[in-house]
């Protein structure tokens, strides 16, 4: 085991020379499975860009020309200001700092006298100034003007904004809002004509709006969401919810999506349990267009990211779905860590749930195993044991059986239990 052995690492795309098996097992855990348990998911998760704004009200931290700029968005009359704008030219917006535009600025700084006379369509200031392209840009979402508007909790000023953008939204401005708003703000916002559609996902990340309803840190947001989506397909102009809705309904339902500071590849339902949001998991595992056992294209499956984030709720949810392991093991025992609505389901690179179960507490050992957590990983395990779960697979990369690894590392709490096994 201590021997060092040459590893071909697929997410770093090199050979790591100096990792045993056992150390490049946590290495790959550490970065499909990025901490999370004890550190709880910041609730604006994906929105920390707030200090840019600070930096934006506070001019005398700017440089000279950005300072001077910003102290005339913050105080000078609206024809001065249109003054310091340059006709046809692309680089108004860079006039400020960082990504900002001046759209997201004038919405930030409340100067609703800026943002009215560009936003007037008959004087068509948008175009005339080049200032149209923030609406479409994606870049760093904090500064959209929609985003801006969202943060003001002005609903009336972000449809406006869709309205002079043609009536869209971008699906990443939509996440941003639906992940980080008020429920009372996301229901008005789909409210009155032209609601944006939730039928919709990030072109690069697939994050859909099932996603960033779970990643609100209000849990009603996702039922919300969900039925809204429902809603829409019902109302596909072009079925009666035939194969066609069905099939784009299951698509979005398990789509797998990369979201900001998370592990990669999570479906709505691996976001839920994640997130520990238990009514979420149990309304989407109740689901028959979700797959409750099937891996991602990573190979985890949602009972792994059950145990490997301590969500005891999502745990018994999912467990209460799985087939009965068959009774008389001998024959059967190939067939059962070879299928995915198998407890005994092994992950081509993090092993059975009760691997999992060991790194979750390697995780909380680093913070000094909260008895808590220590208690919840032994509930976990007593389980996953009585649901037949095989204390005897070893990990595909370390080789070792959960029990090995638990006694080794000295989490007798788990260890124990597994012993039951
Ligand atoms: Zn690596």
Redesign the pocket.
């Known amino acids: 085991m201590s021997a060092a052995s040459a590893q071909y690492?697929d997410?770093?795309k090199?050979v790591?020379d100096d990792m045993d098996n056992v150390q490049f097992s946590y290495?790959?855990a550490e970065?499909h499975m990025p901490k999370g348990i004890i550190v709880e998911w910041n609730q604006y998760g994906y929105d920390s860009n707030y200090t840019t704004n600070v930096l934006l009200l506070q001019p005398q931290r700017l440089g000279g020309d950005f300072r001077t700029f910003v102290t005339t968005m913050r105080t000078a009359g609206i024809y001065d200001f249109l003054l310091r704008l340059q006709r046809g030219s692309p680089y108004n917006d860079h006039l400020l700092p960082g990504h900002w535009n001046i759209l997201g600025a004038a919405i930030q700084l409340g100067r609703d006298d800026i943002v009215n006379t560009l936003l007037d369509e008959d004087r068509n200031y948008l175009d005339t100034y080049c200032l149209r392209g923030s609406l479409g840009r994606v870049t760093d979402l904090s500064m959209h003007p929609m985003v801006q508007a969202a943060k003001a909790g002005r609903v009336d000023l972000l449809r406006k904004l869709v309205a002079v953008n043609n009536f869209r939204i971008m699906p990443e401005v939509l996440n941003r809002i639906i992940g980080t708003q008020s429920r009372g703000f996301i229901r008005a916002m789909f409210c009155g004509n032209f609601p944006p559609s939730v039928i919709v996902k990030s072109e690069r990340s697939n994050e859909t709006p099932l996603h960033s309803s779970l990643m609100n840190s209000d849990n009603s947001i996702f039922n919300l969401v969900i039925d809204r989506f429902f809603q829409e397909f019902q109302s596909y102009p072009y079925t009666t919810m035939g194969s066609a809705a069905e099939i784009d309904m299951k698509y979005y339902l398990n789509l797998e999506a990369n979201l900001p500071d998370r592990p990669p590849n999570l479906t709505p339902l691996m976001t839920a349990i994640v997130h520990g949001k238990a009514a979420a998991v149990r309304r989407l595992a109740g689901m028959d267009l979700v797959d409750v056992y099937s891996p991602n294209s990573l190979d985890y499956t949602p009972l792994y990211y059950a145990a490997r984030y301590i969500k005891t709720a999502a745990l018994e949810t999912i467990i209460g779905k799985l087939p009965q392991e068959p009774e008389g093991q001998e024959t059967d025992d190939i067939r059962a860590s070879d299928n995915a609505d198998s407890i005994n389901y092994i992950t081509r690179q993090g092993g059975t749930a009760l691997h999992a179960l060991v790194r979750a507490f390697i995780e909380i050992d680093i913070y000094a195993r909260p008895p808590r957590a220590v208690q919840d990983i032994a509930k976990l395990a007593k389980l996953l044991v009585e649901r037949e779960a095989d204390t005897n697979i070893p990990h595909p990369l370390t080789q070792l059986t959960a029990t090995v690894e638990a006694s080794a590392l000295g989490f007798s709490e788990l260890y124990e239990e597994l012993m039951r096994g």
Do not use: D
């Open positions: 690492c997410s770093c090199v790591h290495h790959i970065i």
